[in-house]
């Protein structure tokens, strides 16, 4: 059976030649890709977090529990010191994950341009005064 021709390509007779409107549009869609990752990655570490943070938080009330009807006290309270360290630094790295620059960065950038424009209109009301 014979092949029909293919049909021309639209964009020339390179096939890899991209207009810069879609290099623009590859590079968006990958940096959007990357955020996307980026953002699963750091749900799933919360998550993680989350679990291990509510087992930690059950021990430690076993622990304490332990603690008041046993007489092995000092395995138990090194115990207790080590869940409260990690509990701290498991919600130390929650709270990252709600704060960052990037998150930050919209609303500082507009106080820092509405104030400046509500000094600039202050010092022009008042030397019209």
Known sequence: ????????????????????????????????????????????????????????????????KELRSNSNRTQLQAELRQIKQQLETIELNLESHLFSWGSLQAPFWQAVRFGGLGVVIGWLLKSCA
């Open 1 to 64: 059976m014979p092949q029909e021709p293919s049909p021309p390509s639209p964009r020339g007779s390179e096939p890899n030649h991209q207009t810069p409107s879609e290099v623009e549009f590859e590079q968006a869609l990958s940096e959007v890709e990357t955020a996307l990752q980026t953002l699963k990655e750091r749900y799933a570490q919360i998550k993680r977090d989350q679990r291990r943070q509510a087992q930690l938080q059950r021990r430690r009330e076993l622990l304490k």
